[in-house]
């Protein structure tokens, strides 16, 4: 500028005053030129000192800020078990030393980016003078940042300072903060550092994750043909595709000729071009509890050390693998999905959450243990246990196992067995280990709907709808519910009535205990569950029910066979098991027993090799308010037993009349019935005659309010709504069934 008077706007030549044609401007770069050199040079041996100088970070300071995209999510002793991506914005893993990066990659890299790295002091002379050069002579810019003014800029931009600006001010704060960085730094943190913050194609930054997506290996196996197309993307992570296969010809050219070009190109090609692969974690066992702990919550989950759960990395990893075995065995079945919960019963903590199995799953990111599925069989304990709670049964009471008709507002209810048989009566033991449906209808005909739902909410279930709207399907798990539920309601029997809310984050304090049912009650249940010779009926001796320790259990299947359930505990852990189709589509052939009950025994054992048996595994220990006595049955429908009562409950002998199912009920007309008169038949010759089961000659009737005597006729049909009411004989109210009557009131003679 000096030498020729011009400013450079006003210069019309070429690259204004840079111009080498231009004598006098020339002499000035020149001499500008070699006072930067001596300036520069006394900087960097720490001679002179300017102010203003750029504040380097120690390299363990850069090291201790780096910050994952990803946060682990780690059992209960600090193990790996998945990873949470908290940081959308970039991907990028923990920092990677420099030992456990693949020397050749160092190599390609320095002798590529910073052939002279190893000897300048932050700013390499020669490549400045070149950059002077080229730009004098060809008017073309050729980089002249060292390794470490790249990760000087890097540094920089990450923290929104000046680097992310050109110009020879920035350029000249840059050198001078290199100068500074190799004054405080190694080569080797140098490296290190940059290999980790560096960015790559799309939204990989550093060595780790770009060796993690592009070649599903980590730093240190990387082969030289990979190292090269990594170091090509350097100069224009985004750029073109073709650019950067060309420039990893190139540089295959130079270091090693025997790597194939058109091999460097087609993987180039598969690689970069389109979306990235996706980051492979090492480790990968529970991607649907991580991803549930994290709803909700922002980057600022768990910390540098991880997320820690409840869970047991040796349980999850069991667990999984024996889905995935069963899954593999059921696919002729047109099987695909399952999902496992294991939880402690006394603190509710989760120890294995399987959401999903399979080779191939038909929905890989529904997590199984929170979706809605049909309940099937296993809410019966939950209907038995309030009618053994509200003494309205026992566990020795007949209940007959014979074809029943219900009105239902959609049409006529026919409840029927899994194998399409009937038993006659049975035991409600009996009943409820078999898994028989009519029995287990009869007894929500006497606790009644309302109840019922009432109590599988306190149990923890969401229903809903009111216990009208499942009708008496319900009493066969007609409700959606969820493995999550299921497990901590079957938990809670085996708590003995308390409630305990399951927790998957080792540091949450659950809410305090609370009791749903009476202990006794819970035993009773506990107590057939863990029959195996009462469910010999229907699944026989031989089954994965029939654990070699104490243990209570119930399958269940949904309707047109799209759930199979198994779910059981011993005193200490709780495991469900689902299988199915999360697209509902129905199994083939699979029983209560070939399903889920595999998984269920070998996740079972599982648990106990891991935490030990914990002692002896007694049986659930029996509550203060009950008896435990000898019964026979007359007629012998089941053989002499030892059977639990609550107190005052108990008989020693159970007689088919005195220990059928009381009270009550009407039988005929249904509830909801409606009833249409013939025009073609007499009025006087229309009539209906109530019915009652089990009969009991002091019982009363009352229609519409008012007493009626119940005669063989019947009582005459009139148009209109109706409401049967049945009583014992001391007036209580047992049953009642409205109906309405619609048709015409007079008949018509013909001749």
């Not at 270091?255 to 974690?281: K, N």
């Not at 007609?478 to 409630?499: K, M, P």
Request: hydrophobic share 40%; net charge neutral.
């Amino acid at each position: 500028m000096s030498g020729s008077g011009l400013s450079p706007a006003s210069d019309p030549t070429p690259h204004g005053w840079l111009n080498p044609r231009r004598g006098g401007g020339l002499r000035g770069v020149v001499i500008g030129v070699v006072g930067v050199l001596l300036i520069g040079l006394l900087l960097e041996r720490g001679l002179l000192d300017l102010p203003d100088a750029p504040e380097v970070p120690e390299f363990q300071t850069v090291r201790a800020a780096h910050a994952s995209s990803d946060v682990w999510l780690l059992d209960r002793e600090g193990r790996p078990l998945q990873p949470i991506r908290v940081d959308h914005a970039r991907r990028r893993l923990n920092w990677t030393p420099l030992e456990e990066i693949a020397p050749n990659l160092v190599e390609i890299l320095v002798r590529v980016e910073d052939r002279a790295f190893h000897q300048h002091r932050g700013v390499s002379w020669l490549s400045v003078l070149g950059a002077i050069k080229d730009r004098l002579l060809h008017g073309s810019r050729r980089g002249a940042s060292t390794l470490t003014m790249q990760l000087v800029g890097l540094l920089e931009r990450g923290s929104g300072g000046w680097s992310g600006r050109r110009g020879l001010r920035q350029k000249w704060l840059q050198m001078r903060a290199a100068w500074a960085m190799e004054r405080s730094w190694s080569k080797a943190e140098i490296l290190e550092a940059y290999l980790n913050l560096v960015p790559f194609r799309g939204e990989l930054q550093g060595i780790a994750a770009a060796s993690r997506s592009l070649f599903d290996k980590a730093p240190s196996g990387l082969l030289p043909a990979e190292s090269i197309l990594l170091v090509a993307q350097l100069p224009a992570p985004n750029g073109p595709v073709v650019r950067t296969t060309a420039r990893a010809c190139a540089l295959a050219a130079r270091i090693d000729p025997e790597i194939s070009c058109p091999e460097l190109t087609t993987r180039a090609e598969r690689l970069l071009r389109g979306r990235l692969p996706p980051v492979r974690a090492e480790v990968a066992l529970a991607p649907h509890a991580a991803r549930w702990l994290i709803r909700g919550r922002g980057p600022e989950i768990g910390s540098s050390a991880g997320l820690r759960s409840t869970l047991d990395a040796d349980l999850q990893r069991s667990a999984s693998e024996s889905l995935d075995r069963q899954l593999a065995q059921l696919a002729g079945h047109n099987v695909r999905d399952g999902a496992v919960l294991v939880v402690e019963n006394a603190t509710g903590a989760v120890l294995a959450y399987v959401g999903g199995g399979g080779v191939d799953p038909s929905a890989r990111h529904v997590d199984g243990v929170r979706a809605l599925r049909q309940a099937g069989s296993t809410l019966k304990p939950f209907l038995y246990q309030l009618a053994i709670e509200e003494r309205l049964i026992t566990a020795a009471s007949l209940l007959e196992d014979s074809p029943v008709e219900l009105v239902m507002p959609t049409g006529i209810y026919q409840p029927n067995n899994y194998d399409r048989e009937f038993r006659g009566w049975v035991s409600a033991r009996t009943a409820l280990a078999s898994s028989l449906n009519v029995p287990a209808v009869r007894v929500l005909m006497v606790t009644g709907l309302a109840p019922f739902a009432a109590r599988l909410r306190q149990f923890g279930y969401y229903v809903r709808e009111e216990g009208s709207f499942h009708g008496h399907a319900l009493a066969l798990g007609s409700v959606e519910v969820t493995l999550w539920q299921q497990v901590n309601a079957y938990a809670t029997l085996a708590n003995g009535g308390l409630f305990v809310p399951l927790v998957l984050e080792s540091d949450r304090q659950p809410p305090a205990p609370r009791r749903i049912t009476s202990a006794e009650s819970a035993f009773i249940l506990a107590d057939i569950l863990s029959d195996p010779l009462a469910r010999t009926p229907t699944f026989g001796l031989g089954n994965p029910l029939a654990t070699p320790f104490w243990s209570a259990v119930k399958t269940g299947t949904s309707k047109r066979m799209r759930d199979n359930w198994c779910i059981g505990f011993t005193p200490r852990f709780t495991v469900g098991v689902w299988v199915g189709n999360f697209d509902g589509q129905p199994m083939r052939e699979v029983s209560g027993i070939s399903g889920a009950a595999e998984v269920w025994l070998e996740v079972m054992l599982a648990a106990r090799h891991r935490f030990g048996s914990g002692g002896d595994d007694p049986e659930l220990p029996p509550g203060a308010d009950m008896i435990h006595r000898s019964i026979l049955f007359e007629p012998a429908v089941e053989p002499p037993r030892r059977e639990w009562f609550l107190t005052g409950t108990g008989s020693d002998t159970i007689r088919l009349h005195d220990g059928a199912l009381r009270p009550s009920r009407i039988r005929s007309p249904g509830d909801g019935a409606i009833l249409a008169m013939d025009p073609d038949i007499p009025p006087g010759l229309q009539r209906l005659v109530p019915r009652m089961s089990p009969v009991h000659p002091g019982n009363q009737w009352r229609l519409d309010g008012v007493p009626w005597p119940a005669v063989p006729e019947g009582w005459e049909l009139v148009p209109g709504s109706h409401q049967w009411e049945l009583l014992d004989g001391e007036g209580r109210l047992l049953d009642r069934a409205r109906f309405q009557v619609r048709g015409a009131t007079r008949h018509v003679e013909r001749e």
